[in-house]
């Protein structure tokens, strides 16, 4: 028990960001677990991706536990990559990676929940139609797993800052110094 807190405390001071290597606390994701289209609709809220357990957007973690952002690994990166494409209907082979510095990773430890947020290429020998579905937002990959379960997904759209908002709790979003409110107060 002492090692894995001190592995715990280590990772806390490290300061762990979204595009190094280090291995980030266990999550469970592997490169097979993928989530239907239909797995990943939203809530009549439209915020939560699935499990009745994950936060909605805007709550905050509860006593003293922090969301941790966490190192993308290449296993964590190929899970997204192979849970975005099984919701595409795409093989993987269709996507060519990420785009750098677009890969994000969380975990809520009140909620249980590991968050995550990646841009998708395609690969330059995609068909046009793929290609095209890669417009628009098409490349955007939001994704919630709770727990040990399959990573869910749901694309993003434009403008990303407003998915963004919709689905992830604010404080994923602070964690990730990304924006935690609209550009422009009407925009969203």
């Known amino acids: 028990m002492m090692a894995g807190l001190a592995l715990l405390a280590s990772i806390g001071v490290a ?3 979204a595009n190094s290597t280090a291995s980030p606390p266990s999550s469970g994701a592997t490169a097979t677990q993928t989530a239907s289209p239909a797995a990943v609709a939203p809530s009549s809220s439209g915020v939560t991706p699935s499990a009745t357990t994950a936060p909605t957007a805007g709550s905050t973690p509860t006593g003293s536990a922090a969301v941790r952002d966490l190192v993308v690994t290449g296993t964590t990166r190929s ?11 795409i093989p993987v082979s269709d996507i060519a990676g990420t785009r750098p510095d677009s890969v994000y990773y969380a975990f809520d430890p009140a909620a249980g929940t590991y968050w995550g947020l990646a841009y998708f290429t395609p690969s330059t020998t995609d068909p ?16 919630a ?7 869910q997904v749901r694309l993003g759209g ?5 998915n963004e908002l919709k689905f992830y709790p604010h404080v994923v979003l602070a964690a990730w110094s990304l924006p935690t409110s609209p550009p422009i107060p009407t925009m969203c």
């Open 15 to 17: 300061g762990c960001t």
């Open 158 to 162: 434009e403008p990303p800052e407003c």
């Open 128 to 143: 046009m139609n793929v290609t095209v579905n890669f417009q628009d937002g098409g490349d955007i990959g939001l994704f």
């Open 79 to 89: 899970a997204l990559i192979a849970t975005f494409a099984s919701f595409k209907g």
């Open 145 to 151: 797993k709770v727990g040990a379960g399959p990573w």
